[in-house]
T-cell receptor
Framework: AQSVTQLGSHVSVSEGALVLLRCNYS??????LFWYVQYPNQGLQLLLK??????LVKGINGFEAEFKKSETSFHLTKPSAHMSDAAEYFC?????????????FGSGTRLQVQP | EAGVAQSPRYKIIEKRQSVAFWCNPI?????LYWYQQILGQGPKLLIQ????????DSQLPKDRFSAERLKGVDSTLKIQPAKLEDSAVYLC?????????????FGPGTRLTVT
């Protein structure tokens, strides 16, 4: 069984400030981990993923995330927020090595960027 | 390449009516997913197809929801009869093979309102 907890349903930062969105997961088997972004009235877009190898992964739009197995975390960061980053962000987990490739999502974090 | 297509984008029906949603995945993608996203929550898997076979429908309310993917390409999700709690965005996603099997590509979704 898998689950994802995203701490903070709303996060507000100033333009140019550090963005930190927190994600902790629970999985009985080694996981694949994902961050998706959702803009209003749109589907989800993949930001980045961790499958194997390097634990620090870089994604699109300057985002990156670090897989920390000991902390069961996969927090999303961006050094400097832009107004265009305002959106809803979802962390998701998928069990490795299974035909059941469906994702289990967290409840989402809405990021507001203040000018 | 063309993305995942969904129609209609919006639908308003009264409770106890029926409704159907259509999804056309990215060309060549063998795996297709339907997710339900209730307002303020992350997407939740309803059903996963591999080609035209069902891999996982454990969270599909089978007394009222049905889905098919007859030729292993496009898919239809039906609700009959609809309940108020079915108001949600219905997202279709697809994934391919090789390195692409890690990534799910999402359509824009169908927003269903049941009154």
């Amino acid at each position: 069984a898998q689950s994802v907890t995203q701490l903070g349903s709303h996060v507000s930062v100033s333009e140019g400030a550090l963005v930190l969105l927190r994600c902790n997961y629970s999985s009985s088997v080694p996981p694949y981990l994902f961050w998706y972004v959702q803009y209003p009235n749109q589907g989800l877009q993949l930001l980045l993923k961790y499958t194997t190898g390097a634990t620090l992964v870089k994604g699109i739009n300057g985002f990156e995330a670090e897989f920390k197995k000991s902390e069961t975390s996969f927090h999303l960061t961006k050094p400097s927020a832009h107004m265009s980053d305002a959106a809803e962000y979802f962390c998701a987990v998928r069990a490795m090595d299974t035909g059941r490739r469906a994702l289990t999502f967290g409840s989402g974090t809405r990021l507001q960027v203040q000018p | 390449e063309a993305g995942v297509a969904q129609s209609p984008r919006y639908k308003i029906i009264e409770k106890r009516q029926s409704v159907a949603f259509w999804c056309n995945p990215i060309s060549g993608h063998a795996t297709l997913y339907w997710y339900q996203q209730i307002l303020g929550q992350g997407p939740k898997l309803l059903i996963q197809f591999q080609n035209n076979g069902v891999v996982d429908d454990s969270q599909l309310p089978k007394d009222r929801f049905s889905a098919e993917r007859l030729k292993g390409v496009d898919s239809t999700l039906k609700i009959q009869p609809a309940k108020l709690e079915d108001s949600a965005v219905y997202l279709c996603a697809s994934s391919g093979t090789g390195t692409g099997l890690y990534e799910q590509y999402f359509g824009p979704g169908t927003r269903l309102t049941v009154t």
